[in-house]
């Protein structure tokens, strides 16, 4: 009896372990959403006027190659995403790997990558030092824009809760971001009623399913320049209206 109790009390905890873990690696990171005003440390390079340069500088070169060999997140999440034969349109296999990496679900890497990206902008010396992810900031933001779309839609994303953003502001996010078109989706991560849910409207996006092998779902990559207006805020619900793209550091590294 006593034995025929603890083999169910591990099979148990060892379950628990595993929904734990996949619950940490699989729930998407909740979107950080900063008045336009405080955001001027993020990398939110479009690379308008020197993409063949940044093209070069950090595809062709070795700069892809070093960054790397430097971060074992990313190179985990990058070697799982290069076999993919899918290419995008105008793209090379390098953008869809970058857009494979985004869903690798790695919490701990998404949370280093978003943080650089997020902080590192502001000055070019520490962007050219100090930031990691040059090149798949480079290929994710020149995927958005070879996949640019025709139109503007609706999707759903999961805000942080810890910033609450001004009726009639203009806001971004400080990182790229998934969001889902379909609000069921959302729903399928957890009790959305214990959440604050963003209702936006981009014109700025990538759906990854049509571009990343093994992707069934529609989830869909934000960019850090696309900018919004606040319309609408309540206690769980901020409704977003895309008013433009605002890349104040593009190409700045060229310009030196």
Known sequence: MICTFINFWITMTLTEILLHNMYFLHFPEPAVLLDVQNTTNVVDDLYYGCREEAMKKF????????????????????????????????????????????????????????????????????????????????????????????????????????????????????????????????????????????????????????YVCGQDKDEILLSPAEVFTVEQVERKKIVLKQSGLKSSHNCYIFSR
């Open 59 to 210: 595809i062709e070169s070795d700069v892809l190659k070093q960054e790397l060999n430097n971060s074992e997140g990313f190179q985990k999440a990058w070697n799982k995403s290069i076999e993919c034969s899918k290419q995008i349109p105008r793209g090379r296999k390098e953008h869809t790997a970058a857009l494979s990496v985004y869903l690798n679900r790695n919490k701990l890497f998404m949370q280093t990558l978003n943080k650089a990206i997020e902080t590192m902008g502001g000055n070019v010396s520490i962007y050219e030092n100090h930031f990691p992810f040059k090149s798949l900031h480079f290929l994710l933001m020149d995927s958005m824009r070879l996949l640019k779309p025709q139109e503007c839609k609706n999707f759903y994303v999961f805000q942080d809760g810890q910033t609450q953003p001004q009726k009639g502001s203009t806001v971004r996010f400080t990182s790229f971001t998934l969001a889902y078109s379909d609000y069921e989706e959302l729903k399928s991560f957890e009790d959305v009623t214990e959440k604050t849910i963003l209702y936006l409207t981009s014109c700025f996006f990538v759906n990854l399913k049509d």
